[in-house]
């Protein structure tokens, strides 16, 4: 009876140990995986595949997840099966970092490696449109001043918002809320404009409506783009390389009387630009082959330069000394600190 419990007992061991291994063999991985932001995804799409085709290291998978979605999977933990880089078009909240932390994600680099504008965009059979901040979000949120109340956003039609606009029906496709591109839209256009509107007192207000007239259209902006070709109604929001990507097939309507340009948006003068960045989880530096490498050659003049080939996919770069920063930082992997979100 002992032989017997003796040999079951180094039966179990052996079991064990050779599912631990095939964990371990599920785990391991040759390939960077990468989420994030659909803004970013066509940037960091054509960085991978230069990747896997000029250096001994396989092509990075890529998901498209929206910027929230993206980091909600990077910051689930270290294992090798959570993502090693999380694209966003905006700066990593400090709910995200705070989960980050909670998960044991505590070495984070944070990379910001150009400029975007968030287009407004519509069929190019219309005429030229242009829109104010204000207006643009009459046309978006849940709730609007109407004597002196707030009340359920009743305009479906833009020369309800402002007579000198056309008789057109309100129709937005725009991003859902994991996007970036939506924080962004709150951010930059909700927000600048409520703090100064009548009704709101002073207070930012975001909520964006769900009777129809904004539609969330996923992360998949080219969707968005063969919509506006087929109704002369709708208009799309969606980051400025989609934009530089489709000329010919839709046109930019106007922010405060600035077209999205690289030079408005490179200049400030366009009013909804922002940054553009990528989170790196340090912890698989030394578990995932290439990653080191791969946010180098995102880094390089090669890539992100003035005359560097993400240019040409829509990129607006930085100037040249905050490349040399973000490249400088990230020789020193400096780590995200609470501070900076806050």
């Not at 930019?252 to 999205?260: A, L, M, R, S």
């Not at 003035?306 to 990230?330: A, C, F, S, T, V």
């Amino acid at each position: 009876m002992k032989t017997t419990m003796k040999r079951l007992t180094v039966v179990l061991a052996a079991v064990t140990v050779l599912l631990a291994l095939g964990a371990g063999n599920v785990q391991a991985r040759d390939q960077i995986r990468i989420v994030g932001s659909s803004t970013v995804y066509p940037f960091a799409s054509y960085v991978c595949e230069e990747f896997g085709a000029t250096t001994k290291y396989p092509t990075p998978v890529i998901e498209s997840t929206g910027s929230g979605g993206g980091l909600k999977l990077f910051s689930e933990g270290v294992s090798l099966g959570t993502p090693d880089i999380s694209n966003a078009s905006r700066q990593m909240k400090l709910s995200e970092y705070e989960r980050c932390m909670e998960n044991g994600v505590e070495k984070i680099h944070e990379v910001v490696f150009g400029f975007d504008g968030i287009s407004v965009c519509e069929n190019t059979d219309n005429p030229g449109l242009n829109l104010t901040l204000q207006e643009l979000t009459l046309a978006v949120a849940a709730r609007v001043p109407r004597d002196g109340k707030l009340v359920k956003n009743p305009y479906d039609y833009w020369n309800q918002i402002n007579s000198q606009l056309p008789h057109r029906e309100i129709l937005i496709y725009g991003p859902p809320t994991t996007s970036g591109t939506r924080d962004a839209l709150e951010e930059l256009v909700m927000v600048a404009a409520t703090k100064k509107m009548e009704g709101y007192d002073n207070r930012a207000y975001t909520s964006i409506r769900q009777d129809g007239v904004y539609v969330p259209s996923g992360e998949n902006d080219n969707l968005i783009v063969q919509r506006l070709n087929k109704n002369r109604d709708a208009m799309g929001i969606f980051g400025y390389s989609y934009l530089d990507n489709n000329r010919g097939k839709i046109q930019p309507v106007n922010i405060e009387g600035v077209e999205p340009t690289t030079q408005s948006i490179s200049s400030g003068k366009y009013p909804v630009a922002r940054d553009l960045f990528f989170y790196v989880k340090l912890d698989h530096l030394d578990q995932v082959p290439g990653l080191a490498e791969y946010v180098d050659l995102f880094l390089s003049r090669k890539m992100i330069g003035d005359r560097g080939y993400l240019k040409r996919q829509g990129l607006i770069p930085m100037p040249k000394k905050m490349r040399q920063q973000q490249r400088q930082e990230w020789q020193e992997r400096e780590l995200v600190q609470k501070s900076d979100l806050e």
